[in-house]
């Protein structure tokens, strides 16, 4: 996916969870929006180097936190309103060969009470329609252990038991962890987080539900998966 231009600085502090104080490398000071609703552990720190794009006209902050660099060098993807369609672009593309070879893809396709982000359908050799949610992975354990989530996340759970009713059902239900940070090596379930949906996490890959996993690979200009991951469970 083709990032617009950004704009490079350094972050002063994040605060009301959704706005970002950030000194621009022209010495301006401006608030971003911060699109990420988690608590972003392991992905800021004051005197980090982020970057930013510029909003649409009109909008009351005209700039968007995307993202930042840590002292070692990883590259993060913070704007959490990008993986979706870096997914979308990277299945349609075939670069995910375990989800390759659909010939339909739709976005935001509801199923009973729940929304799915992607929904394939149209395989030569599968009939069934392949629903995936796609979750962004940005919490660092350490040693290129990633895990979600950041946070505890009643409405993640919610979504891994709609999977699961979909595999119950005869679909394919995935659920596709886009890991954006350049150091990660593996993903598993945050427990010490949220225990809860590590609970469930295992309790539904059980029942059929796949479990995928890609690092995405992070320049100032394009973001795309590049390395598929193991899921530790």
Known sequence: MRLPPLIPGTLLRRHRRFLADVRLDDGREVTAWCANPGRMTSCMAPGWRVWLSEAPPGRKLGFTWELSEAPDGTRIL??????????????????????SGYDTLEREVRTGDSR??????????????????????????????????????TRGRKHLLALARLADEGHRAVLFFLVGRTDAGSVQPADDVDPAYGHTLR??????????????????????????????L
């Open 78 to 99: 913070v704007n959490t309103t990008r993986p979706n369609a870096i997914v979308a672009e990277a299945l349609a593309a075939g670069r995910v060969p375990a989800l």
């Open 116 to 153: 799915m982000d992607i929904a394939l359908s149209g395989h030569p050799d599968d009939r069934r329609r392949c629903f995936v949610e796609v979750k962004s992975v940005t919490l660092s354990l350490g040693d290129g252990r990633a895990a979600f989530p950041d946070a505890v996340t």
């Open 203 to 232: 309790e539904v890959a059980a029942r059929g539900v796949e479990l995928h996993a890609w690092r995405c690979a992070i320049d100032l200009s394009a973001i795309q998966v590049e390395a598929e991951l193991p899921v530790l």
